[in-house]
T-cell receptor
């Protein structure tokens, strides 16, 4: 059983397109996150949700819009894709919202914008 | 504000040798510190974490780390490297202060190469 799953695993698209990445966790966790890992492997948080409520919204372009239909899902929609959006996007979840919590990561979605 | 610095972007050891991956942090409040491992083409997995209590923390796969407040360090060690330890290792600190958001600040990562 996959604890945190993401679809698709790979995404190749043209500049200007709109795409979505889906994330689901079957751990019963309250909190979910989106991270971006760039080509130098630097990881930075983008968003987090707790019980469907937006908690963290880093300085991310408003072309990126997260949506949490329920506690188990956190999707990421990206409008007007740019070359610089090429990266690996990781979804993660933690049982509770808190600084001590372990975060469980999905396998990542590799986005390439041409 | 919290920050993390990992010294050495690339560490190479021989199989059976000691593994030492360095992490220094900056935090104005007692930090919560984490080590995560990323195997090729996979997500991150928690190795160990320090929150409170014992400063020597044992994790999975034989790894351990020691929280040293005086040195602001949280170095990761393993007595004997195995080929399967080859991966990317990330040190992280969780952000306190303005709300309990669970936000993690990651270091830049260290690639561990294990030579036969």
């Amino acid at each position: 059983d996959t604890a945190v799953s993401q679809t698709p695993k790979y995404l190749v698209t043209q500049m200007g397109n709109d795409k979505s990445i889906k994330c689901e966790q079957n751990l019963g966790h309250d909190t979910m996150y989106w991270y971006k890992q760039d080509s130098k492997k630097f990881l930075k948080i983008m968003f987090s949700y707790n019980n469907k409520e937006l908690i963290i919204n880093e300085t991310v372009p408003n072309r990126f819009s997260p949506k949490s239909p329920d506690k188990a899902h956190l999707n990421l929609h990206i409008n007007s894709l740019e070359l610089g959006d090429s990266a690996v996007y990781f979804c993660a979840s933690s049982q509770l919202l808190g600084t001590q919590e372990t975060q469980y990561f999905g396998p990542g979605t590799r986005l390439l914008v041409l | 504000a919290q920050s993390v610095t990992q010294l050495g972007s690339h560490v190479s050891v021989s199989e059976g040798a000691l593994v030492l991956l360095r992490c220094n942090y900056s935090s104005s409040v007692p930090p919560y510190l984490f080590w995560y491992v990323q195997y090729p083409n996979q997500g991150l997995q928690l190795l160990l974490k320090y929150t409170t209590g014992a400063t020597l923390v044992k994790g999975i796969n034989g790894f351990e780390a020691e929280f040293k407040k005086s040195e602001t360090s949280f170095h990761l060690t393993k007595p004997s490297a195995h080929m399967s330890d080859a991966a990317e290792y990330f040190c992280a600190v969780s952000v306190h202060g303005s709300g309990n958001t669970g936000k993690l600040i990651f270091g830049q990562g260290t690639t561990l190469q294990v030579k036969p």
